[in-house]
């Protein structure tokens, strides 16, 4: 199954890949809410959820003011269901590790208006998070992400 884990920078820090939490899936429950959309919709559709709650880690956390997302693929076994607050497409996973990841999507680290716009989002905006959904992330092969976390850091 594919997942999209919401993350900060700090997250392509760790060694040995993504700690536990909760994800975001084209789970049935989802595809349902969102009517019959084919897989690669439902997929963006999944990543943008995913973004917006990586605004959310990035508040809590204090983080760097750049969306990151991580698609990986975990066996179906390995994801859990969530309390029922949770949206339609949450799902819980234990750590996933980088071999299971196939891309990292991040904003742009040059661009000083998405920047200052996920700042006001994380900081509770939310006429700055309704923004956010405007700005592509840019997509980096997981085997980047050392390249990509040097980037993040200068």
Known sequence: ????????????????????RRAHALTAAWRAAIGDEDPETGEFATLLIAA????????AAGATPLRVVIAADIPDAQVRAPDQ?????????????WSAVVSIHVDDPDDGEVRDL?????????AALAGTGDVDLLWYDVTERGQLRDQLRG
């Open 85 to 97: 607050e949770a949206p339609p497409s949450a799902v819980l996973v234990d750590d996933v590790p």
């Open 52 to 59: 917006d709650e990586s605004v959310q880690r990035i508040g």
């Open 118 to 126: 996920v700042a006001r989002a994380a900081a509770g905006d939310e």
């Open 1 to 20: 199954m594919r997942i999209f884990l919401p993350a900060t920078s700090a997250d392509l820090d760790n060694p040995d890949g993504v700690g536990a």
